[in-house]
């Protein structure tokens, strides 16, 4: 999806840097970098795989697409933990 408007302008990203969010890799990017979309916009996350679930800080936002890292993996099964 394509956030220009007719008159040339775009849209307001769904997403802004700095901010942080949760999200779910969803596809692999031809460099390797995991890829989600929050509202429909690409975010790239570097070391991450499809199927994670982890929380991203958005690190650069550009007319297409957005970068960000990971601040926080996804959370582990409590119950699963060995003492």
């Not at 901010?19 to 995991?34: A, P």
């Not at 996350?45 to 991203?56: E, L």
Request: aromatic fraction near 8%.
């Amino acid at each position: 999806m394509s956030y220009r408007r007719n008159t040339g302008s775009f849209f307001e990203k769904p997403v802004e840097e700095g901010k942080e969010y949760d999200v779910q890799i969803t596809d692999t990017s031809r460099r390797g970098e995991g890829v989600a979309k929050i509202e429909r916009f690409i975010v790239f996350v570097p070391g991450t795989k499809q199927g994670d679930k982890v929380k991203i800080k958005v690190t650069k936002v550009t007319p297409r697409y957005a970068t960000g890292v990971v601040v926080k993996p996804e959370e582990s099964n409590e119950s699963s933990k060995e003492e």
